[in-house]
Nanobody
């Protein structure tokens, strides 16, 4: 499985962005999906997770602002990010796993700055 992340960019505080993670292979529809982020000088952290049937989990820091979703027909997981803050600035990575294998996308940079 290969993951391709896109949608990052520069946005003002309070703005919105939507990240996309497109996966190769229809098997992705039965795999979980997740978004992680890594800010400069910090460890990579889990932002949001979605199971194959749509159950979601969020980091406390993004609850109520970010929404993870998936379109299994398109083999894609999304991260809608609203009310962005400067502290959301990071490289965002999509992730999935199955049968002991972990898959990462290449990362997309989100910069929140005025």
């Amino acid at each position: 499985v290969q993951l391709q992340a896109s949608g990052g960019g520069l946005v003002h505080p309070g703005g919105s962005l939507r990240l996309s993670c497109a996966a190769s292979g229809s098997i992705f529809s039965i795999m979980p999906g997740a978004w992680y982020r890594q800010a400069p000088g910090k460890q990579r952290e889990l932002v949001a997770h979605i199971t194959s049937v749509g159950t979601t989990h969020y980091a406390d820091s993004v609850k109520g602002r970010f929404t993870i979703s998936r379109d299994n027909a398109k083999n894609t997981v999304y991260l809608q990010m609203n009310s962005l803050k400067p502290e959301d600035t990071a490289v965002y990575y999509c992730n999935s796993y199955r049968a002991g294998e972990i898959y990462w996308g290449q990362g997309t940079l989100v910069t929140v700055s005025s």
